[in-house]
């Protein structure tokens, strides 16, 4: 959710606005800021192979 919106992100569609920079912390979650937004999530997720449509 951006700005109480909904974003769908995928490989073709990314953050709208703004740079991005990631680190992972010590619990082992990656961190993403934006200019706007912070999201966070696993490496398990990151290497989760997108769902067949």
């Given at each position: ?25 010590r619990d082992g979650n990656i961190q993403l800021i ?20």
């Amino acid at each position: 959710m951006i700005d109480r919106g909904i974003c769908v992100l995928s490989d073709t569609m990314a953050e709208p606005c703004g740079y991005l920079s990631a680190t992972q912390t010590r619990d082992g979650n990656i961190q993403l800021i934006t200019s706007k937004n912070h999201y966070v999530f696993n490496l398990a997720w990151l290497k989760q192979l997108p769902a067949v449509p």
